[in-house]
């Protein structure tokens, strides 16, 4: 987990120092620097955890860059002599072959963001602020995307004073340490509760409990479709299957039950499947409050 944060901070922060402290040698060159290495940290702040690390820092970068790319263009200059030609064509195709392949991931990324139709509203499930972990309809800010009942599914996390999912000083196998474990976690509709579990152990770090992938979980029948809440702390159910639930009712806490690598919470909506069994339907399109919300999205 460390090395995915300092890959995170330290990329940025040395392709903007580059863009900052090295004198291009024309404006041309210069242009093709600064969209080539902003267009490899737009996919980062777009694509990339910063749960890991902090929202703060993802919110400093990119007004890093525009004064890294202002200070940069204000000191070019000509070359004293031509620089060499096999040098030239080098950064040429580096920066070129940068822009191609940073555009094709850039885009995939940024159609994760567009809003499905006819996605149902639901209340937010959590009180507090929280970030998305995964989110969208794109493989690429989204791990769900390509499992069919829950495509729209969404993974949300906790965010602690320092913009982070977690002490950063805390040790990755104590629950504690993460901001979401054990918080409240309310009915999002008005329904009917289909089924429950409650009984499944909460698992320390980076143990998996693939038999039981959604671990202890709450699912509703809101209308014509449900809603599955996941990934619940052990024995914190508060409803039983058969009860009629109301928007905001509690329903139990976060855990790390289940196939998860981490505490958070996992909800999606789906429908066409057996009543009471989860994984069995089409996945809905969600939205939360009226936002749709992807990877990095603070609620």
């Known amino acids: 987990m460390w090395f995915v944060v300092l890959f995170q901070v330290v990329v940025p922060l040395v392709l903007i120092g580059v863009i900052a402290f090295t004198r291009q040698p024309g404006r041309i060159q210069w242009l093709l620097t600064v969209v080539a290495f902003g267009m490899v940290i737009s996919y980062m702040l777009v694509s990339s955890r910063w749960d890991l690390s902090s929202l703060y820092l993802r919110a400093v970068l990119p007004a890093l860059f525009l004064v890294a790319a202002f200070r940069s263009y204000r000191r070019v200059q000509a070359p004293e002599a031509a620089p060499a030609k096999l040098k030239t064509v080098a950064l040429w195709v580096i920066n070129l072959g940068l822009i191609v392949l940073m555009s094709g991931f850039l885009w995939f990324s940024l159609t994760g963001f567009r809003t499905p139709d006819h996605a149902v509203d639901l209340a937010s499930p959590l009180r507090e602020t929280h970030i998305v972990l995964n989110g969208g309809v794109s493989p690429f800010t989204n791990g769900h995307f390509r499992v069919r009942p829950q495509s729209y599914a969404l993974d949300i996390l906790g965010v602690n004073a320092f ?13 504690e340490s993460y901001v979401i474990y054990g918080e409240p976690v309310y009915s999002p509709c ?14 320390i770090p980076p143990a998996r409990d693939t038999d039981n992938p959604a671990g202890n979980h709450v699912l509703i029948e809101c209308g014509d479709i449900e809603i599955l809440i996941a990934h619940l702390q052990s024995h914190s159910v508060q409803v039983s299957q058969g009860d009629i639930v109301a928007t905001g009712d509690q329903l139990g806490q976060v855990g790390n039950s ?15 499947g057996e009543p009471g069994v989860i994984l069995d339907g089409s996945s809905v399109p969600i939205t939360i409050e009226g936002r749709f919300l992807v990877r990095n999205s603070v609620f």
């Not at 913009?163 to 629950?175: I, V």
């Not at 289940?258 to 066409?272: D, F, M, Q």
């Open 258 to 272: 289940g196939n998860t690598s981490e505490p958070h919470l996992h909800i999606h909506a789906e429908k066409g």
């Open 190 to 203: 008005d329904g009917k509760v289909s089924a429950i579990v409650d009984d499944l152990p909460d698992h």
């Open 163 to 175: 913009g982070a999912r977690a002490s950063l000083f805390g040790s990755s196998q104590n629950l």
